[in-house]
């Protein structure tokens, strides 16, 4: 798995993660959302184009990430979940906690 990190105005932090989402790579995804809020990145867009594959390791980094970015006062949106990461959000009910946004651009052009 591969993730990079950019910063889009001055509070918003677009987490791009490629490849697997799974148990092996999830603590990755925690530590840079966690450092992006810490950096005062407080609005991320976690980008899953380019996620091929998501287990429940992978969602619960999310769901870390949600709490992780709301605790600081600010929230984490995701766009660009392809048919297996939709599917496990439709399973497990996640869709309506992770809001999806149509792009990066448009995750927080209303703020």
């Known amino acids: 798995m591969d993730i990079t990190t950019r910063t889009v105005g001055h509070d918003v932090a677009v987490v791009t ?12 995804l925690r530590e840079v959302v966690a450092s992006a809020v ?11 184009n380019a996620v ?5 390791s992978g969602l619960g980094a999310m769901i870390s990430g949600l709490k992780t970015a709301r605790n600081a006062g ?14 496990v959000l439709q399973l497990t009910n996640m869709e309506r906690v992770l809001v999806s946004a149509d792009s ?3 995750a927080y052009a209303d703020a």
């Open 17 to 28: 993660v490629a490849g697997k989402l799974n148990i092996v790579s999830s603590a990755s």
């Open 74 to 87: 600010g929230d984490l949106k995701i766009t660009g979940a392809g048919d297996q990461v939709k599917l």
């Open 104 to 106: 990066v651009d448009l």
């Open 52 to 56: 091929d594959f998501i287990d429940s």
């Open 38 to 48: 810490a950096a005062g990145r407080l609005r991320i867009v976690v980008d899953l």
